[in-house]
């Protein structure tokens, strides 16, 4: 995706000044985008190979999957990416901490007003 289209798609979700932003439709935006991301990739490589890109195994020899092996991926992908794809990568994590965040904190608010002070 070019940034353009890139910065055209989020005033349009989010509005000029991110006014319009919520916990909901930033991550309906990041999931879209990122789907969208992966599928022209996955196209993209198998015009250029002839071959299907096949799922990601997470079985494989590298790395056990955790938490911190994912950020070490995904940072060390983003460092070698082109310089509108690290800034659309590294926006959208920053986009999607933020928010998840906020929506943690929401949670941790409401969840006071539910409880029974009377409760052992």
Known sequence: ????EF???VRQAFGPNMEHATPANVREFI???QRE???D???RLSEKTGIPRPPYDLSGPHDPVTY????????AAAIDEPDDQAFIALWMFTLDLAYNGI????SDSLSRLFVDDNSP
């Open 7 to 9: 910065k055209r798609r």
């Open 37 to 39: 991301m992966w599928r």
């Open 1 to 4: 995706m070019e940034i353009s």
């Open 31 to 33: 999931d879209g985008v």
């Open 68 to 75: 911190e092996g994912a950020l070490r991926s995904f940072f």
């Open 103 to 106: 929506e943690e904190m929401q």
């Open 41 to 43: 990739e996955r196209s």
